[in-house]
T-cell receptor, first 116, second 112 residues
């Protein structure tokens, strides 16, 4: 089946630094990747959608200069949280979709970011 | 812009069927209904999806009403490992492709 690998699973960083999270589709080519954020006891909130080779589309209220998304290849997307602050601490989850594999959206296992 | 409404929580006895309802009264004609579940601190796991017809796979069945305004996910023989948050999602069209917008979900507790 389709597998999406997300790395790192946990990261702690100091306030003001940047953190990069990787999302890889291991056995299929992902034409579209999605990034979600989830706060404790809340649902997943879509942050942005990226198509390979083009700029990401951000949801309303998400700062594109703070959350940099790169989808340089059909198997890799990265999310960089720039100048992180404690309020950015959250669970970040990616999802990948291939139009050629039907209607499935496969999720990564998530990254727990803690900013201290 | 979540388009689904679910009860916040439900309990189910182990071995019995779990029936999870979802309301999506504003769904459009070409929007699919997806179900995912999430076990604590993990990524969501795909369960099933459908458009108009009822669907069944090895995990569950999806019953969609004729007017498509609601659906029910059925786990035929719930086990303790089915305890999770279940999300009913409407796939929303974008300029290029579609996206999944999650609602609040239902916490299903399977009890022995």
């Amino acid at each position: 089946g389709a597998v999406v690998s997300q790395h790192p699973s946990r990261v702690i960083c100091k306030s003001g630094t940047s953190v990069k999270i990787e999302c890889r589709s291991l056995d299929f080519q992902a034409t579209t990747m999605f990034w979600y954020r989830q706060f404790p006891k809340q649902s997943l909130m879509l942050m942005a959608t990226s198509n390979e080779g083009s700029k990401a589309t951000y949801e309303q209220g998400v700062e594109k200069d703070k959350f940099l998304i790169n989808h340089a290849s059909l198997t890799l997307s990265t999310l960089t949280v720039t100048s992180a602050h404690p309020e950015d601490s959250s669970f970040y989850i990616c999802s990948a979709h291939s139009g050629s594999r039907g209607y499935g959206y496969t999720f990564g296992s998530g990254t727990r970011l803690t900013v201290v | 812009d979540a388009k689904t409404t679910q009860p916040p929580s439900m309990d189910c006895a182990e071995g019995r069927a779990a029936n999870l309802p979802c309301n999506h009264s504003t769904i459009s004609g070409n929007e699919y209904v997806y179900w995912y579940r999430q076990i604590h601190s993990q990524g969501p796991q795909y369960i099933i999806h459908g458009l108009k017809n009822n669907e069944t796979n090895e995990m569950a069945s999806l019953i969609i009403t004729e007017d498509r305004k609601s659906s029910t996910l059925i786990l035929p023989h719930a086990t303790l490992r089915d305890t999770a948050v279940y999300y009913c999602i409407v796939r929303v069209p974008m300029e290029y492709g579609n996206k999944l917008v999650f609602g609040a979900g239902t916490i299903l507790r399977v009890k022995s």
